[in-house]
């Protein structure tokens, strides 16, 4: 059930006329009176002696007892309250108790006899609009401050009695919802999101991984986004504001909206905090607008934020409030890269995970910035190394890159969760099935390979692979045995020791890293946790029949270990798992 209190009015025949006529586009069915503040008000639309004057006489007849000066201007108060389009239809009279309930609870009519006038009014299945003059009975105004909070609580006590949608209660941070004009405008004009919404998406993209202001700038630039800045006298810049080409007003001007109005972290102050730290650590930020990141290949870039990701979700793990905020806003900034250098098989999905955790990556817990550099780099890599390909390594590292990032946002769920930020753990957890489902169209083409290789496997060689799970993971060795996957880890284990590795050793490594409950297939995740940690390609038809290998003084728990010789396009000995 969701309560909103609309902008208070000066004209309460506008209003009713509104209530009671065919709405903007004919949706308004039957518009009655349920419920109002002494039963007996006049219903212009079952009463066809009633006028909406009538109505709106009695409402305001309170402002006869006050001086013309003493009169506010602006007493026509608004509240509608709109059901969940899964829940069940309510009756009138299941609205007049809730209609009675809230303007209790707003401070409206609290039941002492002294309250204001009002009236609900129902003209569809799922919602009502409460009318009300701000004067009460006795003349005086009533005490109606923080009535949307109120509200809010309220809705939330009737969501349980009438069993409806439980809503989680917000915390402020949220980004400025579409307006209802805005929202008929984009179904007119055929849009899939209001022009707020996808300037939102535009912007939060042209953040990701930015190191300054010129860059930010270009990219919107670039993104084919109309770009006007503030400019103080002395030449500084003080904010900025975005218009979509097509989105008009009336005069066929443009519609600006100001970062800040679009999100609360978009505003150009909040921007420039992510890339201030970089120079408060001697990080300088590349002022050049024609400078970026050394070049990256899609799939080297996609190795980097797999294992920056890994990193994030220990800390997330164990750190404090304020790098964990910092990482996940930063992990955002990831996801909106990746979305929006994705093949066009997992686009959608990857940008619709996008879109949910936004959500997520705000709160009230103020983010310690710095710590999140290294995820601000694989977002900018990501960035600069351009759409992937959608197949042959590009494509396998894709895949290797959402499995981790559908860890990193449960690791952010259950982060909020604890912290009882409701809103943003449930953003986390929707961003977490789009994510699954795009995994699901990315690793098959993959998986599939590896898979048939496994159970091409001699026998000895399957016997000898199932020992080392046994040995390695002995309380996990029948469930992943019994899983679709497992011959795919088979083959992703013998990969492992061809290059040069210890297979049990590396697999006791890569299922002590974190937990697997949440994972849907343990197989998936450790060929995909194997595959990075070894250094070997994420697509497996790369690897050569016969590989090479070298033997340098890396130590594995106190080994010598064996190293692949490099291939182009794969991640450095810095970048590989350097913080294990």
């Known amino acids: ?105 707003t401070g409206i009519d609290p039941g002492n006899g002294a309250g204001c006038r009002w009236a609900a009014v129902r003209h569809a299945d799922d919602h009502i609009h409460i009318i009300a003059t701000l004067v009460r009975e006795d003349g005086r105004r009533p005490d109606h401050h923080f009535s949307g909070k109120r509200a809010q609580a309220e809705a939330r006590l009737l969501e349980v009695e009438y069993d409806l949608q439980r809503v989680n209660p917000g915390d402020g941070t949220a980004a400025k919802r579409p307006t209802s004009a805005e929202r008929h405008k984009a179904e007119r004009q055929g849009r899939e999101r209001t022009a707020r919404e996808e300037l939102r998406e535009t912007v939060r993209r042209a953040v990701a991984g930015v190191q300054s202001e010129g860059e930010f700038f270009d990219r919107l630039t670039a993104a084919g986004v109309l770009v006007e800045k503030r400019v103080a006298p002395s030449g500084d810049l003080l904010g900025y504001k975005v218009a979509l080409t097509d989105d008009l007003n009336k005069d066929g001007e443009p519609v600006f909206y100001p970062g800040s109005k679009l999100a609360p972290d978009l505003s150009l102050p909040r921007i420039r905090e992510r890339w201030a730290s970089d120079a408060a650590d001697g990080h300088a930020p590349d002022t050049d607008r024609s400078a970026g990141s050394p070049h990256v290949t899609p799939s080297a870039a996609r190795r980097q934020a797999t294992s920056a990701s890994w990193q994030a979700v220990l800390i997330i793990d164990q750190g404090n409030d304020g790098q964990v905020s910092a990482l996940i806003a930063a992990g955002g900034e990831m996801l909106d890269a990746l979305a929006k250098t994705s093949a066009a098989h997992t686009r959608r999905e990857l940008r619709e995970a996008a879109w949910a955790f936004e959500r997520a990556s705000r709160s009230h817990i103020r983010a310690e910035r710095g ?210």
């Open 1 to 105: 059930m969701i309560p909103k209190v609309h902008k208070q009015g000066s004209e309460t025949l506008f209003l009713l006329n509104y209530l009671y006529g065919k709405g903007t586009r004919e949706e308004h069915i039957d518009p009655h009176l349920v419920a109002s503040f002494d039963g007996m008000a006049p219903d212009p639309g079952r009463d066809p002696g009633a006028t909406k004057r009538d109505l709106q006489q009695l409402l305001d007849q309170p402002l006869q007892l006050l001086d013309p000066d003493q009169r506010p201007e602006k007493h026509v108060w608004h509240l509608s309250v709109r059901n969940a389009v899964e829940d069940r239809i309510l009756s009138d009279e299941e609205w007049g108790d809730i209609a009675r309930r809230m303007v209790a609870a």
């Open 371 to 580: 710590h999140d550099r290294a995820l601000r780099q694989a977002a900018r890599n990501l960035a600069h190394g351009g759409t992937a390909l959608g197949r042959g390594e590009d494509g396998a590292t894709t895949a290797m890159l959402i499995d981790m990032a559908i860890f990193f946002v449960i690791a952010a769920a259950h982060w909020h969760g604890k912290k009882e930020h409701a809103q943003q753990a449930a953003a986390a957890c929707q961003a977490a099935e789009h994510l699954r489902a795009a995994y699901q169209v990315a690793a098959p083409m993959y998986l599939g390979p590896m898979h048939q290789r496994g159970r091409n496997l001699s026998q000895p060689l399957q016997r000898k692979q199932t020992a080392y799970l046994r040995r390695a993971v002995p309380e996990l060795a029948e469930q992943v045995l019994a899983e679709p996957g497992w011959y795919a880890l088979a083959a992703t284990l013998a990969d492992v020791e061809s290059a040069g590795h210890d297979p049990a050793a590396l697999l006791v490594e890569a299922a002590e890293r974190r937990e697997l409950d949440t994972a849907e297939s343990i197989s998936d995740v450790l060929v995909w946790r194997l595959r990075r940690m070894a250094d070997l390609p994420a697509d497996a038809s790369a690897m050569p029949p016969s590989q090479a290998k070298r033997t340098t003084p890396a130590t594995h728990r106190g080994q010598t270990r064996t190293v692949p010789p490099r291939r182009p396009g794969t991640a450095t000995d810095s970048t590989r798992e350097h913080q294990r």
